[in-house]
């Protein structure tokens, strides 16, 4: 792997199939890694697909189809993928609104846009996607998860489900009499295992065992209990014929919003995963190709009935833990899934919900990272305010509305305060530059001739701080012979700061005042001969440096 640039769109399983040295005592590993994530997997994708709004099997189609595509073509060499619980609220609401064909076309839609994303090399999207953001729809898909999962848990049988939450508490509010003492004492029981088995053993997953104990157990004491079986009917035992989702030109339009909330959503979770992987191995993931790999598996999950997927953070790091070397142990994982499908699906047909609850319950529990959302209050109180924002809309609203608000709110207060950050001011009247004696080209080295006043921004020119700029130039009560703008400090500058150039240069001309510009740097000068400003002002007013902008002031007063 050594020698492969990590922006290069390349699988892991190629690099290694290239380079070899892959052994039999690798391969051993793999498989044992794999078969202990498929164990995982099983009932954690059943678990999703119910709770997402459709059928089970829809769950383990995704894990068969998108985790096989996912590693075979991931740029982490532990990834594994499927189903998450990240996806729940929103196909849930994209269910409800245009159904399962809706949904389909908007997998497919975010698969493309992933594959674009990795082919435009934009891996490092992560970063642009603000934390508190994060926080806040994590946390508010953790809370309807939990109250999605009440009826399961309690035995309640309610026909209308709701996405959001104040009609999840209304529903289980209503039918709370009908509660099922023997389906509520099998959640109690199933989430308190879980939470004590990992502190017992980690090398047997708990989920597995809740759901086998709680099946068997349900036999054995002909507990009244809802099943798969008497919900959904039996699991099938094969895979779906594949088929096209409707991609009308009007469907594309009604789902394209949520086409872009999963694709982001699926790039966020994926590419988090790959980071917690590095952590734990101490490699490196390419995440161009990983955003290719989320994209083609979440094309292709629709077309076998699936939903949508991305990296799963707690099955790739069971995965690392379980002994993983290479991609192999995900395609395994998958194979594994596929084989239970085939031969043992009648069986699965007969787990209770409540112990799919019960798994629900404690994954949305440590989903939201409660501690995390504490300690966004002892920050600054504008990402308090973003998580909040999404937080609530998650809750109350929706997700996709959530995210996109969120995005926005938090880029508006990033830029106030970038413009905040810019300093602008007139040197020879308010700033004193006498520190710094090293630097020939501070103000102080430099005798300023009367009639010349100099100006400097210091800091990113952007429509952010555009309006102080020019707030700042019309409060001249006399305009100076010659007004130098120094920009030796400018590293950007946007449309908005050309256009403020612009005018000042104008304003400037009709008052009788020659601008000159100062250390341009290379950015703005490109932008500003682009804009023909260059031209307009005049070569040589823009100048390489102050003492050359000086020499021109000296050659205007004197002209």
Not at 470 to 485: G, S
Request: aromatic fraction near 6%; charge should be positive.
């Amino acid at each position: 792997m050594a020698g492969v640039p990590t922006d290069r769109l390349e699988p892991q399983l190629l690099t290694l199939l290239r380079g070899g040295g892959y052994s039999l005592d690798r391969l051993r590993r793999d498989l044992l890694a794999g078969i202990v994530v498929g164990i995982v997997a099983l009932p954690l994708a059943i678990a999703f697909g119910i709770a997402s709004g459709v059928r089970p099997e829809q769950g383990l189609i995704t894990a068969i189809v998108a985790g096989f595509l996912i590693s075979g073509l991931s740029g982490s060499r532990f990834q594994i993928g499927g189903p998450t619980g990240a996806f729940i609220v929103i196909i849930f609401g994209v269910v409800q609104t245009h159904g399962y064909s809706g949904l389909a076309t908007a997998t497919m839609l975010a698969g493309f846009m992933l594959i674009l994303m990795g082919a435009f090399r934009l891996g490092g999207i992560i970063k642009f996607v603000p934390y508190p953001v994060i926080v806040g729809f994590t946390s508010g898909i953790a809370v309807i998860i939990l109250a999605s999962q009440v009826p399961a848990s309690l035995g309640l049988v309610i026909e209308e489900a709701s996405a959001h939450l104040p009609g999840q508490v209304a529903s289980w509010w209503r039918n709370i009499g009908e509660t099922s003492p023997a389906a509520a004492l099998m959640t109690a029981g199933g989430v308190v295992f879980l939470v004590l088995w990992p502190r017992v053993t980690t090398k047997l997953p708990g989920p597995i065992l809740v759901v086998v104990g709680a099946t068997v157990a349900a036999k054995l004491l002909g507990l009244d209990v809802e099943t798969i079986r008497g919900r959904f009917g039996e699991i099938p035992s094969t895979l779906p014929a594949p088929r096209l989702p409707d991609l009308s030109l009007e469907t594309i339009r009604q789902v394209f919003s949520p086409a872009v909330s999963i694709a982001l959503l699926a790039g966020i979770e994926s590419l988090l995963s790959c980071v917690v992987a590095d952590g734990m191995t101490g490699g490196r993931h390419r995440s161009n190709t990983e955003l290719v790999a989320q994209g083609v598996a979440n094309v292709a999950a629709p077309i076998f009935g699936g939903i949508p997927a991305t990296g799963a953070i707690a099955r790739t790091g069971t995965n690392v833990r379980s002994g993983a070397t290479s991609p192999v142990a995900g395609i395994v994982h998958a194979l594994f899934v596929l084989l239970v499908v085939l031969f043992a699906g009648r069986w699965a047909s007969e787990i209770p919900l409540c112990a799919l609850a019960s798994i629900l319950l404690v994954v949305a529990w440590r989903m939201a990272d409660w501690h995390l959302f504490a300690r966004m209050f002892r920050g600054p109180r504008s990402d308090a305010l973003v998580m909040l924002v999404t937080f609530g809309l998650t809750l109350f609203v929706d997700l996709v509305v959530a995210i996109q608000v969120g995005v926005v709110l938090a880029s508006l207060l990033f830029m106030h305060r970038m413009s905040v950050t810019t300093q602008a001011g007139f040197i020879t009247r308010e700033l004193r530059e006498g520190n710094g004696s090293d630097d020939p080209d501070r103000t102080s080295a430099h005798q300023i001739p009367h009639g010349v006043e100099v100006f400097e921004i210091d800091g990113p020119f952007f429509f952010g701080a555009a309006e102080r700029f020019q707030n700042m130039l019309f409060e001249i009560e006399h305009p100076p012979k010659v007004l130098i703008l120094r920009m030796r400090h400018v590293p950007v500058v946007d449309a908005t700061g050309l256009r403020a150039l612009s005018e000042i240069h104008e304003r400037c001309r009709h008052q009788g005042t020659h601008l000159v510009l100062s250390g341009v740097q290379p950015q703005p000068a490109r932008a500003i001969g682009a804009a023909g400003l260059t031209l307009r002002l005049g070569p040589a007013n823009v100048c390489a440096s102050f003492a050359m902008a000086l020499g021109r002031a000296r050659a205007i007063l004197e002209g």
